[in-house]
């Protein structure tokens, strides 16, 4: 697998981005439903959680992932949740932000010592797991060089998961 260190280690203040495109809404609301649904994963922003609605034109309470179909059907506004102590394989995972819109999740971290080879492994196999879903993966945050080695880390993440991911 090629080494990424260098897209997560040295904390330059950045959040780094990973677009996950859905070509159908009901892909994107199960993606959001999975993430949120991992071993040990909470919503860290779910205490002042609101969404606005385009129909009521006012704030309303946050009900949880499911608001994914209310934002695909323009029924709310986009959204942002933290995702934290998400689980996979074992593994817990370093915060990470989700911007849920009609038609994208966008993840975003913060880079620093807390990503080491075996976090880096670990969100690589969910985004792999993420893309069996349906999501097409991207990294352009991380420039040319950036996208084609994680290309083939995600590649080897993918194959890594056979026919139980």
Not at 68 to 87: C, K, N, P, T
Not at 130 to 157: C, N, Y
Request: net charge negative; with cysteine; proline share 5%.
């Amino acid at each position: 697998m090629p080494a990424l260190g260098e897209y997560f280690h040295d904390d330059d203040g950045s959040l780094p981005e990973i677009e996950l495109r859905f070509a159908q809404p009901a892909l994107l609301v199960m993606a959001l439903e999975y993430l949120f649904g991992l071993p040990g994963a909470c919503d860290a922003s779910r205490d002042m959680a609101c969404v606005w609605s385009r129909v009521h034109d006012r704030e309303e309470p946050y009900r949880g992932p499911q608001d994914a179909r209310r934002v695909v059907s323009g029924e709310i506004e986009a959204f942002y949740r933290l995702l934290r102590a998400a689980q996979v394989d074992g593994c817990v995972l370093p915060d990470l932000g989700v911007f849920v819109s009609d038609e994208e999740l966008i993840l975003n971290y913060r880079m620093g010592p807390q990503w080491g080879e075996s976090e880096i492994g670990a969100l690589l196999r969910l985004l792999a797991r993420l893309r069996k879903r349906g999501a097409e993966v991207a990294v352009p945050w991380w420039g040319e060089s950036g996208e084609l080695a994680f290309a083939l880390a995600l590649q080897t993440a993918s194959a890594g998961l056979g026919a139980a991911g």
